[in-house]
């Protein structure tokens, strides 16, 4: 009888020390300092983009590059997306090394100012074949990779005549710039435009979401005459198919365009769309221009 009150004394004051400990463990987890949820899941990324006067002189495309890395710089801005092009000009045909003292030039000046580059420029890789390129660097200047153009123009010719002729390609794949999920694509790759590609729309920009890109950084150099097919027909239709696939995607897009000659109309709007599709910043439709955007990921 007595070992059996004994025994029951050890329980009842287990229990206690059990049930003490766990009420100080309670109110010290209840009372220590909890970061907040937005804060926890909040990345910001302030992006900027240049609407530049592309041309075939290396030279000159260089200067207008710096300039905007100049207005990157004044906007604090962490990464300056360029056009399609930018640096080397939208062709296949012109001098590497030419183009790699620019390039090398540009991203010193980028990494000194702070700015990473989704830069918009044709390149001759190791492998000896040209590709059109959106080449990442992060704000130390180091390359991050690049997305070649996928949709490269042909038409219905047989054989296809083309920038399909003259430009490689390489699979699709995401980036990682900030510890932020970003992708790239080239003009063509955001809508396949039937009277410039025969190659079938395969939803590249869904295909990156999937892939997990917060972000897709968008290089357009489109033609732009004027008539009415020009400027309604397919800007309508470019814009159209941004605004879509950034909602179907859930993805921001930030998007620029060649304005050279700067007396017409760009082939499409340049900006920053949210993941319901919705313009946040937009330049004007012609001429040079420069925006910046400070996107708010959760």
């Given at each position: 009888m007595l070992y059996h009150h004994k025994r029951q004394s050890m329980l009842l004051i287990i229990l206690l020390l059990v049930s003490t400990a766990f009420t100080i463990n309670m109110e010290s987890w209840q009372y220590a300092p909890k970061m907040p949820e937005c804060d926890r899941?909040?990345?910001d990324v302030r992006v900027a983009g240049v609407k530049s006067l592309v041309s075939n002189d290396i030279k000159k495309n260089l200067q207008a590059l710096k300039v905007a890395v100049d207005?990157?710089?004044?906007?604090?801005?962490?990464i300056l997306l360029t056009p399609e092009g930018s640096l080397s000009g939208y062709k296949s045909e012109f001098d590497q090394n030419e183009l790699n003292e620019a390039l090398e030039d540009l991203v010193d000046y980028a990494s000194s100012a702070d700015?990473?580059?989704a830069l918009g420029t044709c390149f001759y890789e190791k492998d000896k074949k040209c590709y059109n390129q959106i080449r990442f660097y992060d704000k130390e200047g180091r390359l991050l990779g690049f997305h070649s153009k996928i949709l490269r123009c042909g038409n219905l010719d047989?054989?296809?005549k083309g920038e399909i002729n003259e430009y490689a390609s390489s699979p699709l794949r995401t980036f990682v710039f900030e510890d932020i999920i970003i992708g790239g694509?080239?003009?063509n790759d955001m809508w396949a435009n039937p009277e410039c590609t025969t190659l079938p729309d395969t939803h590249l920009s869904q295909q990156l979401s999937r892939m997990g890109a917060r972000i897709i950084f968008h290089s357009v150099n489109g033609s732009r005459h004027e008539n009415e097919w020009s400027?309604?027909?397919n800007w309508n239709f470019h814009?159209?198919?941004l605004r879509l696939k950034a909602s179907a995607g859930n993805l921001w897009i930030v998007t620029v365009d060649n304005s050279y000659p700067e007396h017409l109309k760009s082939s499409c709007p340049s900006g920053v769309l949210d993941p319901g599709g919705n313009w946040v910043s937009k330049t004007e439709d012609k001429g040079i221009q420069y925006f910046s955007y400070t996107i708010n990921l959760k």
């Open positions: 899941y909040q990345k207005f990157a710089e004044r906007e604090k801005a962490d700015v990473g580059l047989d054989p296809e694509l080239i003009c400027t309604e027909v814009e159209s198919n």
